[in-house]
């Protein structure tokens, strides 16, 4: 293998822990906090919507 390979190798695993790292200082930056929390909160809220009636449980129309 040649060393040009090498020195390419290098350059994309550093662009990648760059990238990493500005994605990880991003996502902890303190105004993100609330949209994060609101977000952490979604599966345990209860679903406020109406489902459509041929979804609910004992609506079903029998098909010919």
Do not use: C, N, Y
């Not at 290098?10 to 977000?39: C, E, N, P, S, Y």
Request: no cysteine.
């Amino acid at each position: 293998m040649s060393p040009v390979w090498g020195q390419i190798a290098g350059a994309f695993i550093l662009a990648m822990m760059i990238t990493f790292i500005g994605i990880w200082i991003w996502a902890w930056r303190k105004r993100h906090k609330k949209v994060f929390d609101q977000m952490a909160q979604l599966p345990m809220q209860e679903d406020t919507e109406e489902q459509p009636a041929d979804t609910q449980a004992g609506t079903r129309e029998s098909r010919p």
